[in-house]
């Protein structure tokens, strides 16, 4: 089975003509458990999310903040392992029929095996690799082998990335580019500002890709903020959150729902 990078990229260019922002929403495998953890994905794809990230969990997680940090680790300690991943991306996909990646730091994948990982990807019919700590100058064997299976490689760009860095980046990467709208880790409040945008700006001057904006979009104000300058929206820590603070696992299934509804209204409106 082929990599699904063609829906991805149709999925953004089908937002784009419906002019708004499509909206990509984040949960790791295996929180609060690995079914638990598919009916949640499952249950933000139908209630308005567009592209789902599904988190690897890692013990050493540079990007994510301590509400992403808590529920990896209750995926850890709950046996989640990358077998566990790949079933979420198959069973949240076939489910839903929307584009499905995998947000993974790169020690797990290279330990797993660059080329396995690759082809057990695209056959859960996954659509990418979002790597966040992933040198592009380090990069060529896992993109040769995403080429090969179809699959997109979409790297994390902050505002602080230099315009030779930015040109570099944008090259290698497929999918769309991930544009960090704050310095620091997913979960951060910080006011966004102009810092945001203008790193919207910058980028657009360097690829015809998409660019999607993460990192600090709490809630459906700043989501649709984000919408009116961004090709996407992406919005993981408040989801892990909701779901963090509800008191099992179906309300926290029903509070990601609520939240993706607002999102998806606001992001509309």
């Not at 990358?82 to 076939?94: A, F, N, S, Y």
């Not at 990335?161 to 999918?175: F, K, M, P, V």
């Not at 700006?201 to 600090?216: A, E, K, S, Y």
Request: aromatic share 4%; charged share 20%.
């Amino acid at each position: 089975m082929s990599g699904n990078i063609q829906l991805l990229t149709d999925t953004l260019a089908r937002a784009k003509r419906e002019r708004r922002a499509a909206l990509v929403t984040y949960l790791p495998a295996g929180f609060p458990t690995v079914d638990g953890g598919i009916a949640a994905i499952t249950a933000a794809l139908d209630s308005g999310a567009d592209i789902m990230e599904i988190g690897l969990p890692h013990s050493d997680p540079v990007l994510d903040g301590p509400t992403v940090q808590t529920a990896a680790e209750i995926a850890r300690r709950g046996g989640t392992r990358i077998g566990d991943v790949l079933r979420t991306v198959r069973e949240t996909h076939r489910a839903t029929g929307k584009p499905v990646l995998v947000m993974s730091y790169w020690n797990p994948i290279s330990r797993y095996g660059i080329e396995r990982f690759a082809a057990e990807l695209a056959a859960a019919g996954g659509a990418g690799c979002v790597l966040p700590d992933l040198p592009v100058q380090e990069s060529a064997r896992w993109r040769a082998h995403a080429a090969a299976h179809d699959l997109a490689t979409v790297f994390v760009v902050a505002p602080s990335t230099t315009t030779e860095r930015l040109h570099e980046i944008t090259a290698a990467g497929t999918g769309f580019v991930y544009a960090a709208a704050l310095m620091g880790v997913t979960g951060s409040g910080g006011p966004l500002g102009d810092t945001a945008a203008d790193l919207v700006r910058r980028i657009r001057t360097t690829t015809d890709l998409p660019v999607c904006v993460g990192i600090g979009i709490t809630n459906a104000a700043r989501a649709a903020a984000v919408a009116s300058y961004a090709d996407g929206v992406i919005v993981g820590a408040a989801l892990v959150r909701a779901a963090l603070d509800a008191p099992d696992a179906s309300a926290g299934r029903a509070a990601v729902r609520e939240l993706v509804r607002d999102l998806a209204v606001g992001m509309r409106g």
